[in-house]
Protein backbone atom coordinates (compact mmCIF):
# COMPACT_ATOMS: atom_id res chain seq x y z
CA UNK A 1 0.00 0.00 0.00
CA UNK A 2 1.06 3.42 -0.57
CA UNK A 3 2.99 4.75 2.59
CA UNK A 4 4.87 7.79 3.81
CA UNK A 5 7.07 7.53 6.76
CA UNK A 6 8.82 10.90 8.01
CA UNK A 7 12.06 11.18 10.02
CA UNK A 8 14.40 13.14 11.32
CA UNK A 9 12.81 15.74 13.75
CA UNK A 10 13.81 16.56 17.26
CA UNK A 11 14.76 19.36 19.48
CA UNK A 12 17.55 22.01 17.71
CA UNK A 13 18.38 25.40 18.68
CA UNK A 14 17.62 28.60 16.94
CA UNK A 15 19.53 29.57 14.21
CA UNK A 16 20.84 25.66 13.74
CA UNK A 17 19.81 23.56 10.80
CA UNK A 18 18.01 20.32 10.06
CA UNK A 19 17.11 17.62 7.37
CA UNK A 20 14.18 15.89 7.59
CA UNK A 21 13.66 12.90 5.56
CA UNK A 22 10.20 10.74 3.67
CA UNK A 23 10.74 7.51 2.82
CA UNK A 24 7.81 6.44 0.13
CA UNK A 25 6.63 2.99 -0.67
CA UNK A 26 3.98 1.75 -2.63
CA UNK A 27 3.57 3.79 -5.77
CA UNK A 28 6.06 5.23 -8.50
CA UNK A 29 7.63 8.03 -6.61
CA UNK A 30 9.61 9.48 -9.56
CA UNK A 31 6.20 10.11 -11.43
CA UNK A 32 4.44 12.09 -8.59
CA UNK A 33 4.86 15.68 -6.85
CA UNK A 34 5.92 15.84 -3.27
CA UNK A 35 5.09 18.29 -0.97
CA UNK A 36 6.09 19.30 2.82
CA UNK A 37 3.06 20.72 4.74
CA UNK A 38 3.49 21.34 8.77
CA UNK A 39 1.40 22.35 11.61
CA UNK A 40 2.17 24.46 14.28
CA UNK A 41 1.04 23.04 18.15
CA UNK A 42 -2.69 24.04 18.34
CA UNK A 43 -2.69 25.40 14.60
CA UNK A 44 -3.29 25.01 11.49
CA UNK A 45 -2.02 23.54 8.28
CA UNK A 46 0.72 25.14 6.70
CA UNK A 47 1.85 24.16 2.69
CA UNK A 48 5.47 24.68 3.12
CA UNK A 49 7.18 23.40 -0.72
CA UNK A 50 6.94 21.34 -3.88
CA UNK A 51 9.17 19.47 -5.72
CA UNK A 52 7.70 18.67 -8.92
CA UNK A 53 7.91 14.63 -9.86
CA UNK A 54 10.82 15.25 -11.84
CA UNK A 55 12.45 18.02 -9.76
CA UNK A 56 12.59 20.43 -12.01
CA UNK A 57 10.53 22.99 -10.19
CA UNK A 58 10.12 23.50 -6.34
CA UNK A 59 7.97 26.40 -4.92
CA UNK A 60 8.11 27.19 -1.31
CA UNK A 61 6.17 29.55 1.22
CA UNK A 62 7.28 33.15 1.34
CA UNK A 63 7.71 31.99 5.45
CA UNK A 64 10.66 29.43 4.51
CA UNK A 65 11.97 31.09 1.16
CA UNK A 66 16.08 31.14 1.54
CA UNK A 67 16.10 28.98 4.86
CA UNK A 68 14.58 25.92 3.28
CA UNK A 69 15.51 23.18 0.39
CA UNK A 70 13.31 20.36 -0.76
CA UNK A 71 15.19 17.95 -2.48
CA UNK A 72 14.36 14.05 -3.64
CA UNK A 73 16.35 11.24 -4.16
CA UNK A 74 14.67 8.92 -6.80
CA UNK A 75 17.25 5.86 -6.54
CA UNK A 76 16.23 5.85 -2.61
CA UNK A 77 12.80 6.77 -2.90
CA UNK A 78 13.39 9.39 -0.83
CA UNK A 79 11.88 13.27 -0.02
CA UNK A 80 14.10 15.82 1.69
CA UNK A 81 13.69 19.28 3.46
CA UNK A 82 16.67 20.78 4.43
CA UNK A 83 16.26 23.27 7.15
CA UNK A 84 18.80 26.10 8.00
CA UNK A 85 18.44 29.37 9.92
CA UNK A 86 15.70 27.67 12.15
CA UNK A 87 13.44 29.94 14.27
CA UNK A 88 10.89 29.52 16.97
CA UNK A 89 8.05 29.82 14.69
CA UNK A 90 9.06 26.98 12.67
CA UNK A 91 8.53 24.32 15.78
CA UNK A 92 5.91 22.45 13.94
CA UNK A 93 4.86 18.82 13.17
CA UNK A 94 6.40 18.36 9.33
CA UNK A 95 4.03 15.87 7.19
CA UNK A 96 5.02 14.79 3.87
CA UNK A 97 2.37 14.46 1.44
CA UNK A 98 1.54 12.83 -2.12
CA UNK A 99 0.60 15.65 -5.18
CA UNK A 100 -2.19 13.98 -7.37
CA UNK A 101 0.13 13.88 -10.08
CA UNK A 102 4.03 14.99 -11.23
CA UNK A 103 2.92 18.73 -11.56
CA UNK A 104 0.77 21.11 -9.74
CA UNK A 105 -2.04 19.29 -8.63
CA UNK A 106 -4.02 18.57 -5.50
CA UNK A 107 -2.53 16.38 -2.59
CA UNK A 108 -3.75 12.71 -1.50
CA UNK A 109 -1.83 10.99 0.62
CA UNK A 110 0.01 12.38 3.79
CA UNK A 111 2.56 11.01 6.04
CA UNK A 112 1.93 10.84 10.02
CA UNK A 113 4.65 13.69 10.39
CA UNK A 114 7.81 14.18 12.45
CA UNK A 115 8.03 16.78 15.29
CA UNK A 116 10.25 19.78 15.26
CA UNK A 117 10.79 22.09 18.28
CA UNK A 118 13.08 24.92 18.10
CA UNK A 119 14.47 26.13 20.88
CA UNK A 120 15.77 29.55 22.03
CA UNK B 1 -1.20 34.96 -2.59
CA UNK B 2 -4.91 33.51 -2.42
CA UNK B 3 -6.77 33.74 0.92
CA UNK B 4 -8.93 31.26 2.22
CA UNK B 5 -11.99 32.07 4.78
CA UNK B 6 -13.83 29.10 6.31
CA UNK B 7 -17.06 29.95 8.07
CA UNK B 8 -18.13 28.87 11.08
CA UNK B 9 -14.49 28.32 12.69
CA UNK B 10 -16.79 25.77 15.35
CA UNK B 11 -19.68 23.90 14.65
CA UNK B 12 -21.55 22.32 17.43
CA UNK B 13 -24.12 19.62 16.06
CA UNK B 14 -25.71 16.44 17.49
CA UNK B 15 -25.67 12.60 15.18
CA UNK B 16 -27.66 12.50 12.60
CA UNK B 17 -27.71 16.15 11.57
CA UNK B 18 -26.93 17.42 8.44
CA UNK B 19 -24.09 20.49 8.44
CA UNK B 20 -22.43 22.41 6.00
CA UNK B 21 -19.30 23.94 5.79
CA UNK B 22 -18.30 27.37 3.48
CA UNK B 23 -14.95 28.47 2.21
CA UNK B 24 -13.85 31.63 0.18
CA UNK B 25 -11.24 32.07 -1.77
CA UNK B 26 -9.98 35.52 -2.23
CA UNK B 27 -10.17 34.89 -5.94
CA UNK B 28 -11.57 32.40 -8.49
CA UNK B 29 -9.21 28.98 -8.08
CA UNK B 30 -11.78 27.29 -10.83
CA UNK B 31 -12.73 23.86 -9.33
CA UNK B 32 -9.36 23.37 -7.43
CA UNK B 33 -10.34 22.84 -4.36
CA UNK B 34 -9.93 20.08 -1.93
CA UNK B 35 -11.79 19.48 1.63
CA UNK B 36 -9.35 17.38 4.29
CA UNK B 37 -10.44 15.58 7.98
CA UNK B 38 -8.60 15.95 10.83
CA UNK B 39 -8.51 14.12 13.99
CA UNK B 40 -6.34 15.04 17.04
CA UNK B 41 -2.73 13.97 16.79
CA UNK B 42 -3.58 12.65 13.23
CA UNK B 43 -2.42 13.20 10.00
CA UNK B 44 -5.05 14.83 7.74
CA UNK B 45 -7.07 12.82 5.67
CA UNK B 46 -8.87 13.89 2.14
CA UNK B 47 -12.14 14.00 1.75
CA UNK B 48 -12.97 16.21 -1.70
CA UNK B 49 -10.97 17.02 -4.38
CA UNK B 50 -11.40 19.04 -7.65
CA UNK B 51 -14.51 20.79 -5.41
CA UNK B 52 -17.15 17.72 -5.75
CA UNK B 53 -15.34 14.60 -5.83
CA UNK B 54 -15.13 12.11 -3.60
CA UNK B 55 -11.84 10.53 -2.71
CA UNK B 56 -12.25 6.81 -2.76
CA UNK B 57 -13.00 4.91 0.18
CA UNK B 58 -14.89 7.93 1.89
CA UNK B 59 -18.17 7.53 2.76
CA UNK B 60 -20.83 8.82 0.56
CA UNK B 61 -22.49 10.88 3.54
CA UNK B 62 -20.17 13.21 2.76
CA UNK B 63 -20.57 15.78 -0.57
CA UNK B 64 -18.76 18.72 -1.72
CA UNK B 65 -19.73 21.45 -4.39
CA UNK B 66 -19.11 25.02 -5.56
CA UNK B 67 -17.12 26.52 -7.98
CA UNK B 68 -14.74 29.62 -8.15
CA UNK B 69 -15.01 31.38 -4.80
CA UNK B 70 -17.52 29.84 -2.58
CA UNK B 71 -17.44 26.23 -1.93
CA UNK B 72 -19.09 24.29 0.93
CA UNK B 73 -18.74 20.93 2.45
CA UNK B 74 -21.90 19.09 3.60
CA UNK B 75 -22.27 15.73 5.52
CA UNK B 76 -25.58 14.36 5.20
CA UNK B 77 -26.41 12.81 8.49
CA UNK B 78 -23.37 12.96 11.72
CA UNK B 79 -21.85 9.37 12.43
CA UNK B 80 -20.02 9.76 15.86
CA UNK B 81 -16.80 9.39 13.77
CA UNK B 82 -16.77 12.60 12.14
CA UNK B 83 -16.09 14.74 14.99
CA UNK B 84 -13.31 16.30 13.70
CA UNK B 85 -11.32 19.71 12.23
CA UNK B 86 -12.25 20.18 8.59
CA UNK B 87 -9.70 22.17 6.06
CA UNK B 88 -10.24 23.28 3.19
CA UNK B 89 -7.24 24.14 0.91
CA UNK B 90 -6.50 25.73 -2.82
CA UNK B 91 -4.47 24.53 -5.39
CA UNK B 92 -4.89 26.78 -8.35
CA UNK B 93 -1.62 28.70 -7.53
CA UNK B 94 1.68 28.24 -5.38
CA UNK B 95 1.37 29.16 -2.99
CA UNK B 96 -0.88 26.41 -2.19
CA UNK B 97 -3.00 27.69 1.22
CA UNK B 98 -5.22 26.45 3.49
CA UNK B 99 -8.49 28.24 5.80
CA UNK B 100 -8.25 27.85 9.32
CA UNK B 101 -10.41 25.37 9.60
CA UNK B 102 -13.74 24.13 11.37
CA UNK B 103 -13.79 21.98 14.87
CA UNK B 104 -16.87 20.10 14.51
CA UNK B 105 -18.22 19.61 18.15
CA UNK B 106 -20.57 17.16 19.94
CA UNK B 107 -23.85 18.97 21.23
Known amino acids: QVQLVESGGGVVQSGRSLRLSCAASGFIFSSYAMHWVRQAPGRGLEWVAVIWYDGTNKYYADSVKGRFTISRDISKNTLYLQMSNLRAEDTAVYFC?????????????WGQGTAVTVSS | DIQMTQSPSTLSASVGDRVTITCRAS??????LAWYQQKVGKAPKLLIY???SLESGVPSRFSGSGSGTEFTLTISSLQPDDFATYYC?????????FGQGTKLEIK
Open chain 2, 89 to 97: QQYNYYPYT
Open chain 2, 27 to 32: QSISSW
Open chain 2, 50 to 52: DAS
Open chain 1, 97 to 109: VRGFSGTLSGMDV
